[in-house]
Every structure is written in structure tokens, then in C-alpha cells.
């Protein structure tokens, strides 16, 4: 067994080192994780500079670009072979609802998923590594039943499956069983901050995140929230299927384009 970690966090970061630790007896484990923190940069790939892999004092090879650009970069020429298990995190925070468009955490994952190799993201709920070691445990067991049930074969145009699981910051025996959920909804992100720099120019800082908007029952938010590990199965098919016809019928009274 061949398995790629990754992160967002930065290859220092304990939610990496913790779990690289719960996986390593599992198998062949590589690590190839961003030089510094990269949260929220989602699927962004580095194409106008040059990309650099470095190994660290532990092992673990490090690269000044983003989550997408590691695994990217592992499957297309750095590693010499396709894992058999892309796996992401553990996040420091949740990755949850409208959180999952702008991870890294699980846009590393989902670079695997488009090289058609099986991949998971992990997160915890809450920022701050609490019980930590605990959720390590958690993605150890959950990769192992998955192993144990047989992996497809990781190859081109496989189709690989992509799971987003968070994992409450609980001691391992006060978690309560692990739920499928669909993801929840956050409200609007909070207004942009606005500051003026020394030299009297206008500087803007991202918002928060907007509170939940939808965390009923079978969402991952309700699941965590009562102590649950939530594991959501995500695909990158972006298409509105059920609006197709609709644009058909209106893109017939459109005036010629071209």
C-alpha cells in the first residue's frame, strides 16, 4: 500500500505530523506538504514561477507552492509511481459546508481525486490541535477499514472516490459513531476589514466566515455538533443538470453570437 500525505497547514504543522505517525506502519507513506501555511487556496495551482522540493531533518519533502501543487507534483513526476491513497490534513479547523470550495485541506485531496486516485481530507472541528493524537487515531482506523475492504486500483480516468471527514476535538472514546452527511450551508462571509497601512493606502482584509445557515439533521454540521465524525463523499461535477433544459429552451430566443 502506497500512500501520499499532504496538508494546508504547512509541513510542520502537528495535525500532519500526527497523522503521517497513525499512518506510517500502514504502509509505503510519503509526505510532500507546502513550505508554509496555504489555507483557503482551494484547487490553485503555480504556473508563473518555478516550484521547489526540499527535504526536511524528518523526511518529509516540503515545496514553496500550494496543497494542489504538492500532490500535483507528486503524482506527475516527483514520486516515480501513483499512490494508492491520496489522504489530506488533519486540518486545523473545520472543513465543512461552503468551507470544503476554498480548503486546501481538501483541495490536496481533490487533486488526487483527479488523477483518479482514491483520496480522504481530514479535519478537526475546532482550531487549536486539541486531542489531536485522538483524531490521528480516528483517520488511522478509518484508512485501515478501508484497506482492509480493498482500494480500486489507482489509475487515469479511474473512477476514485474523494471523502471529506471532520473529526470533533474529543478524547478517541467520547467520539459517537461515524455519520454520512451531506454538506451543510454557512451564511455570507462577514464584511471585508478595511485598514489604512502607514503610508496612508487602503488595505483590505478577508472577512470571517459567515455563521451556519443550514445545519440540520443529516448535514455535517449537525453530525459534529453532537459529537459525531461526519464523512462526506464530494464530487468536482460543477454542472446544474437540473437546469440544462431550461437554458436550452432560452438560449433558443438568443440573437445569433458570432
Known sequence: MKILVSN???????????????????????????????????????????????????????VNGTPADCVHIALTGLLGYRPDLVVSGINNGANMGDDTIYSGTVGAAMEGYLF????????????????????????????????????????????????????????????????????????AAEQVISQTNPRGDTMYWIGSAGPVKDDANGTDFHATALGHVSLTPLHVDLTEHQSLPAWTQRARSFKPLA
Open 8 to 62: 494546508d497547514d504547512g509541513f510542520q504543522a502537528p495535525g500532519l505530523v500526527a497523522l503521517y505517525e497513525a499512518l506510517k506502519d500502514l504502509g509505503e507513506v510519503e509526505v510532500v506538504a507546502p513550505e508554509h501555511n496555504n489555507s483557503a487556496k482551494s484547487n490553485a495551482l503555480t504556473l508563473h514561477s518555478p516550484l521547489y522540493v526540499h527535504r526536511a531533518a524528518n523526511g518529509f519533502r516540503y
Open 116 to 187: 483518479g486516485v482514491p483520496a480522504i481530507a481530514f479535519s478537526q472541528v475546532e482550531k487549536g490541535w486539541a486531542h489531536i493524537d485522538d483524531a490521528a487515531q480516528v483517520a488511522r482506523n478509518l484508512v485501515q477499514q478501508l484497506i482492509a475492504q480493498g482500494l480500486p486500483q489507482a489509475q487515469p480516468d479511474h473512477a476514485a472516490w474523494l471523502l471529506n471527514v471532520n473529526i470533533p476535538n474529543r478524547p478517541q472514546a467520547e467520539l459517537k459513531p461515524l455519520q454520512v452527511c451531506r454538506l451543510g450551508r454557512r451564511h
